[in-house]
């Protein structure tokens, strides 16, 4: 089977079952009962989470230590790519790429939400707010921190050793077939990449859905007339995609480029605006104690997963394997767009760019939007868990803004821009990988295919939005995740078998 066979089969295939899934997804529950999109995508969410959930967690702790091996390993001066090869974009356009490709809107859905959730309802229940509120942060921090970015580094720097240093196509399964012998090779390809291309759809998807959500809670908090409903969550949907498919047209080194660094400059705007205006001098010092505790506490917290208590493993498998899943089934989208705009750097310059750089702007992150939020909740008697509660995980943001009074409500417009502009480069970056793995890795696929998947991611996050919001995207992201695990231990194992044959 050829190159192109086999591109186009894994196209075909991909394109029917995301079409199968959202037509599934549409049919209204009352009429399948417990055949429903949404029933069953739980049920496989929980049978997943709980006989899995130990290899998720092994599999991101391994990834990290290697992550880290390999950074001050004699590989470090290895590039990818030819010798004479130089960076593509600035350092600066390439952070700001590949951190609104790796955690956008997740940042600022969950800034605010998960810190303050996580003080009334810990990991481990306790009636010491201050423990609770010291524990709320080292948990955010482990789940945004280290592990997902070593996961994105991990893959993509396999991508881009593949691609540009073995000079092979920009697909998933070049990193996998040389394992396999000469006859099964076509088989495995069009398998391995059909996987990659499902779970990336599931989880853009997921997070498309989480920035509909937002966005449309964020004007409903601000614009009284304007209604949080799923028509509206729609509304916004079509106007963003028609948005970031004309950004697709332009190609990477125009839309994606301008509205990443567009993107950097504004959350750090955003970030910036609150920390001052907000406690400076307790956010500040949360984030030096925070950074203590998450490196303290990072060996228990990899390897917890409730064994003897059932309260404590519902509570991981809610929040630690949900992440872990969404991390792994945006992977291989984040790492290919990654892979794809690294091409001339070394091992260690790109190991080192991915995993420290984000995760260090991440805990400033938390520590600012989170920090204020549990300051508010502790002592300033706002009770912000009871809007998230009352109104959903999206208002938490906005909520923290209101009491601000009225340069909060300059601060959510920048906000809900931001959202929006993340939204486009996801969506951006997500069609281009998605048209080039359905393209044999064409680092230009035809704008065509790019506008198929676009309009499938779409309509999938509004079909999820449409049968369960939060709960459905979330056990999508888990389906998404699962049988590219499988794909990652093999991703692995050739490329250590790869680097051990390098000539130094």
């Keep these: 089977m050829n190159q192109g066979k086999k591109s186009y089969t894994a196209y075909i295939s991909s394109v029917i079952i995301c079409v199968l899934f959202t037509i599934w997804g ?15 995508a739980g049920v496989l969410q929980n049978v997943i989470s709980k006989q899995f959930g130990w290899l998720y967690v092994l ?25 004479d090869d130089e960076p593509e974009f600035s350092y600066f356009s390439w952070v700001a790429m590949l951190f609104s490709a790796g955690m956008g809107i997740g940042l600022i859905f ?19 707010m201050l423990e609770n509120a010291r524990e709320a942060m080292t948990y955010t921090f482990f789940h945004w921190g280290l592990q997902p970015w070593a996961l994105y580094a ?4 396999i991508i881009a050793y593949t691609t540009f240093r073995k000079d092979k196509p920009a697909v998933i399964s070049e990193s996998v077939t040389p394992l396999f012998a000469k006859k099964y090779r076509g088989t495995v390809s069009t398998i391995v ?18 920035g509909a959500q937002q966005i449309t809670g964020g004007l409903s908090f601000s614009i009284s007339w304007i209604p949080n409903t799923f028509i509206t969550q729609l509304v916004v949907i079509i106007i963003v995609t028609v948005l970031y498919l004309i950004s697709a047209t332009t190609g990477l080194d125009k839309g994606v ?32 104690q925070s950074v203590g505790n998450y490196f303290q506490k990072l060996p228990e917290l990899s390897f917890r997963l409730g064994a003897f208590s059932s309260e404590n493993r519902e509570w991981i498998d809610e929040w630690t ?49 989170g920090g204020s939020g549990i300051w508010q ?16 995980t999206e208002i938490g943001l906005f909520a923290l803004l209101e009491s601000y009074g009225g340069i909060g409500k300059v601060i959510t417009g920048i906000a809900i821009l931001l959202i929006s502009t993340f939204f486009i480069t996801s969506a951006d970056s997500a069609t281009y990988v998605l048209a080039m793995f359905s393209t044999n890795g064409n680092l230009t696929p035809h704008a065509r295919v790019k506008f198929i998947w676009g309009i499938i991611m779409s309509s999938i996050a509004a079909i999820l939005l449409y049968a369960g919001g939060l709960e459905s995207l979330q056990a999508v992201a888990v389906l998404g995740s699962f049988p590219f695990l499988f794909v990652i231990i093999l991703m692995g194992i050739n490329f250590f078998k790869s680097l051990s044959a390098e000539k130094h």
Excluded: C
């Design 110 to 128: 969950w800034g605010v939400a998960e810190p303050v959730m996580h003080l009334y309802d810990p990991a481990i229940p306790s009636s010491d």
């Design 193 to 210: 990449d059909t996987i990659a291309i499902i779970a990336t759809v599931f989880g853009v998807a997921t997070s498309l859905g989480l």
């Design 26 to 40: 549409a049919i209204p529950s009352s009429l399948l009962g417990q055949y429903s999109m949404k029933r069953v």
């Design 377 to 392: 909740a502790l002592f300033n008697n706002n009770n912000l868990i009871q809007t998230i509660t009352e109104k959903g």
């Design 154 to 157: 991990f893959i993509g720097l």
């Design 321 to 369: 394997i949900f992440y872990w899943s969404w991390w792994i089934s945006w992977a291989p989208y984040v790492s290919s767009f990654i892979a794809r705009i690294s091409k001339g750097r070394t091992i260690r310059e790109f190991v080192g760019g991915v995993l420290i750089v984000p995760t260090a702007f991440t805990f400033l992150w938390f520590s600012v939007f």
């Design 59 to 83: 599999l991101m702790v391994v990834i990290l230590v290697a992550v880290v091996y390999l950074l001050f390993s004699k590989y470090g001066d290895i590039k990818l790519g030819r010798k």
């Design 257 to 288: 480029k301008i509205l990443s660094n567009m993107n950097i400059s504004l959350a750090i705007f955003l970030m910036l605006a609150v920390l001052f205006i907000g406690p400076t001098a307790y956010l500040l010092d949360l984030f030096v």
